[in-house]
């Protein structure tokens, strides 16, 4: 089975720290997604990459950076963590040219 | 990429069948549609996927008319364990760049006893 594990189910950070959110996936797939999640608002794009060291802007980047250094390895970085960044954090990867992309549990991050 | 409209919430009871329309007037020649299902505090899994006509899998069904203007997934005889949020998306299996997959706010469906 693909897995996609995310680093922490649950975070909890001060504002304006910086907060690293870590994902992993071990099927070699060559996209990876970062998503947001709010009541009412469904599943938001951060960021995406499909490649390595390749990255694309999603919906909703301000705040965020990430890093694709292996394959296998997404990371999103919270700059200067705020309030307004609490939030379930899903990431999802998938192989090129597939329909599914597979998700992990996700991390739910409170800043306060 | 292309905007889906979706209703907010269904109810339905047990036993019944369940039947989502999405709306995707833009949709591309070279999009595919897709849904996926999202339970509490977990990620969307995929459901099924399609083109055009008809699609059937273990889990649901994807009816799409001549137009691709619209899709329907039905979910037959669904039980309280349906009760998720339904989302349906539409783009390319193009590669690279443009293989990001954009989420609308999907439907939460409840399945009453």
């Known amino acids: 089975d693909v897995k996609v594990t995310q680093s922490s189910r649950y975070l909890v950070k001060r504002t304006g720290e910086k907060v690293f959110l870590e994902c992993v996936q071990d099927?070699?797939?060559?996209?990876m997604f970062w998503y947001r999640q709010d009541p009412g608002l469904g599943l938001r794009l951060i960021y995406f990459?499909?490649?390595?060291?390749?990255?694309e802007k999603g919906d909703i980047p301000e705040g965020y950076s990430v890093s694709r250094e292996k394959k296998e390895r997404f990371s999103l970085i919270l700059e200067s963590a705020s309030t307004n960044q609490t939030s379930m954090y899903l990431c999802?990867?998938?192989?090129?040219?597939?329909?599914?992309?597979?998700f992990g549990q996700g991390t739910r991050l409170t800043v306060v | 990429l292309a905007k889906t409209t979706q209703p907010i919430s269904m109810d339905s009871y047990e036993g019944q069948e369940v039947n989502i329309t999405c709306s995707h007037n833009n949709i591309a020649t070279n999009d595919y549609i897709t849904w996926y299902q999202q339970f509490p505090s977990q990620g969307p899994r995929f459901i099924i996927q399609g083109y055009k006509t008809k699609v059937t899998n273990e889990v649901a069904s994807l009816f799409i008319p001549a137009d691709r203007k619209s899709s329907t997934l039905s979910l037959p005889r669904v039980s309280l364990s349906d009760t998720a949020v339904y989302y349906c998306l539409v783009g390319g299996m193009r590669s690279g760049s443009a293989r990001q997959l954009t989420f609308g706010s999907g439907t939460q469906l409840t399945v009453l006893p």
């Open positions: 099927m070699d797939h060559e996209n």
């Open positions: 990459s499909y490649d390595v060291k390749m990255k």
């Open positions: 999802a990867s998938s192989l090129e040219g597939a329909p599914e992309a597979f």
